[in-house]
T-cell receptor
Framework: EAQVTQNPRYLITVTGKKLTVTCSQN?????MSWYRQDPGLGLRQIYY???????DKGDVPEGYKVSRKEKRNFPLILESPSPNQTSLYFC?????????????FGPGTRLTVL | GDSVTQMEGPVTLSEEAFLTINCTYT??????LFWYVQYPGEGLQLLLK?????DKGSNKGFEATYRKETTSFHLEKGSVQVSDSAVYFC??????????FGQGTELSVKP
């Protein structure tokens, strides 16, 4: 089944404790992206990647890192999480960056930083 | 910059009522337009899309037409069901490949 998977689905952590949220897609998509969803703000892009070893900042990149060492994986790294990073996070992928290509979303990771 | 504005929720309707969720956009060039749906506790699913002016996207009884002259992509359904209760997001994807979302509209359908 074609899908985007994320792990973990739920995470409660404390300020400053490094964490990684994994994202994997099995559709051979080139373009991958991370979003955060906050009430009243919709989804905002954190980082994106157009291909292996090619990443760039989105609208809200502060406090996050990403890497793209393999085409299928695009982990999100919070090296020193803070309470304002409490949010619902989504990974997404599409075949390319073309405006006509649909982005497919993972199930989401709900992160709470205490 | 490019942006999407959609009507604020929550929207509460009775079963079998007609649904309209307004969405307007601002963009340079020729974006594609999307409606995504988020059911409670789940991720976003593509509901429908349109890639050029006057295209109509449709799925599961929902429809939306890409209107370039009014920069709109309003979502409609003739008869909603309780199972349509969800949050609906309008989005555009610009020519740089960036997906830009509206703030989401919560729909609640009562039996």
């Amino acid at each position: 089944e074609a899908q985007v998977t994320q792990n973990p689905r739920y995470l409660i952590t404390v300020t400053g404790k490094k964490l990684t949220v994994t994202c994997s897609q099995n559709m051979n998509h080139e373009y991958m992206s991370w979003y955060r969803q906050d009430p009243g703000l919709g989804l905002r892009q954190i980082y994106y990647s157009m291909n292996v070893e090619v990443t760039d900042k989105g609208d809200v990149p502060e406090g996050y890192k990403v890497s793209r060492k393999e085409k299928r994986n695009f982990p999100l790294i919070l090296e020193s999480p803070s309470p304002n990073q409490t949010s619902l996070y989504f990974c997404a992928s599409s075949f390319s960056r073309s405006s006509t290509d649909t982005q497919y979303f993972g199930p989401g990771t709900r992160l709470t930083v205490l | 910059g490019d942006s999407v504005t959609q009507m604020e929720g929550p929207v509460t309707l009775s079963e079998e009522a007609f649904l309209t969720i307004n969405c307007t956009y601002t963009a340079t060039g020729y974006p594609s337009l999307f409606w995504y749906v988020q059911y409670p506790g789940e991720g976003l699913q593509l509901l429908l899309k349109a890639t050029k002016a006057d295209d109509k996207g449709s799925n599961k009884g929902f429809e939306a037409t890409y209107r370039k002259e009014t920069t709109s992509f309003h979502l409609e359904k003739g008869s909603v069901q309780v199972s349509d209760s969800a949050v609906y997001f309008c989005a555009l994807k610009n020519q740089g490949g960036k997906l830009i979302f509206g703030q989401g509209t919560e729909l609640s359908v009562k039996p």
